[in-house]
């Protein structure tokens, strides 16, 4: 048997695309490892805000009584935090002995056809739905990779589906326009279960209609059928009330800044209650509470240091950056914030440059440390004229040194925030 670091090593030596789409190889997969995609789930897409979503529903049943399952992507610290139970990440040689199962299905299967292999993302996801069935978890809440119907995910049919947001994001995959995005996420829809979704644009909200028209699926709106106010900061977290027709809470608590982890929030508690109705399971109102009072979601707007005040955030694509511009003038006000900035280069640069020097930070360029399709510094749009470092560490020195009272928040990619939550927190894998 593998190692844990040769399990790990094995699982991103995988390829990352396949030659097709479909899910005819993971659908084969599950079938060999006993089809555990027919257990009890709920299914979160968005172009942001589906993690910590995902994590406030897990979180929510948790608080319950529950045993949870949460798979997401990527992982900030450890490879492990990508399928956990209860929070607790698949322990070292839980994932080696689920690797190993999934790896005699596949040896299982290539007995009949010799070329029969499966993508990195494939391979995480059967193994996370097998380890959720050995574990006997009570639900698991399953993240989206990327887009929704063709997604290696989208071969559950879930108590509920969640689409958090649609924005403009690995347009290769999802195309260019909010209607194509949307189409693809709205995939996730099943025939008359339910959907809830954020108060989306008018193409996506359309796009979402017309999967809603063919689906049968009753369809609960931020705005409409529910929603969130009163909204405001309470230290490094907010308090909202929740309305949802004649379910009310009061003054709730979130670990969490920014006006979307509000949205994401109220998006979670409906979510949670029509999956609870589905299974009649009793969720009472404390235990929402006392759920969403524990969702801390690492990376996004994430304090790291109070003195000196260091904070990280995942803001990759325009939505994100716009998130957290309006997340950093909720905490910080009228101080000044140097914002270092890293991005990969197939994100839509021109738009996040330009909304990052639209506003009245201080902007600082540095590229994605180890990752291939970081953007070299003399590609940014404007680098000429914006402050550019060869690496976020010197760039931080030089916040530390020239403006040491000043909050510096480090954005742009999640690898880059997870090279910085690393580095200074410890625990690289």
Do not use: C
Request: glycine share 8%; proline share 5%; no cysteine.
């Amino acid at each position: 048997m593998k190692t844990y670091d040769e399990t790990v090593a094995a699982i991103h030596a995988l390829p990352r695309l396949a030659k097709t789409g479909g899910h005819e190889r993971i659908l084969a997969l599950l079938h060999a490892l006993g089809d555990p995609q027919h257990d009890r789930y709920v299914h979160v897409t968005g172009t942001n805000g589906k993690g910590s979503t995902a994590s406030g529903i897990a979180r929510i049943f948790e608080a319950s009584g529950l045993k949870v399952g949460l798979y997401t992507s990527p992982f900030i610290m450890r490879f492990n935090e990508r399928i956990m139970i209860d929070h607790h990440p698949i322990p070292d040689a839980d994932l080696v002995a689920a690797a190993a199962a999934t790896d005699a299905a596949i040896g299982q299967l290539r007995q009949a056809n010799p070329e029969f292999a499966v993508t990195e993302f494939e391979y995480i996801t059967a193994l996370a739905f097998w380890y959720f069935h050995e574990q006997q978890v009570d639900i698991a809440v399953i993240e989206v990779g990327i887009g929704g119907d063709t997604d290696s995910t989208n071969v559950i049919i879930p108590l509920v589906s969640v689409i958090t947001s649609v924005g403009l994001d690995h347009a290769k995959l999802l195309g260019n326009t909010i209607t194509s995005v949307a189409t693809h996420k709205a995939g996730i829809i099943k025939p008359h279960r339910p959907v809830v979704t954020a108060a989306l644009p008018a193409d996506a909200m359309a796009a979402v209609q017309k999967r809603v028209a063919e689906t049968g699926s009753d369809w609960l709106v931020a705005g409409r059928d529910f929603e969130a106010d009163r909204a405001g900061l309470d230290g490094w977290g907010q308090r909202f009330d929740y309305r949802a027709q004649t379910f009310h809470l009061s003054r709730v608590f979130i670990p969490l800044v920014g006006a979307y982890q509000v949205q994401n929030a109220a998006l979670a508690i409906t979510a949670s209650r029509l999956a609870a109705k589905a299974m009649n399971w009793p969720l009472q109102p404390q235990e929402i509470l006392r759920g969403l009072a524990q969702n801390t979601w690492p990376a996004r707007m994430e304090k790291l240091s109070n003195d000196p005040l260091i904070v990280i955030d995942g803001g990759h694509n325009p939505q994100g950056i716009a998130a957290m511009l309006s997340a950093v003038k909720q905490v910080f006000k009228d101080e000044r914030v140097t914002l270092i900035v890293g991005v990969l280069g197939d994100k839509d640069l021109t738009t996040m440059i330009a909304e990052l020097e639209a506003s009245a930070e201080r902007l600082w360029l540095v590229p994605v440390p180890d990752n291939p399709r970081a953007e070299a510094l003399a590609d940014y749009p404007d680098a000429g004229k914006l402050r550019t470092f060869a690496s976020w560490q010197e760039a931080l020195s030089a916040h530390l040194d020239e403006f040491p009272d000043e909050p510096v928040v480090l954005t742009g990619s999640l690898y880059l925030a997870s090279a910085v939550r690393q580095t200074l927190l410890g625990g690289k894998d």
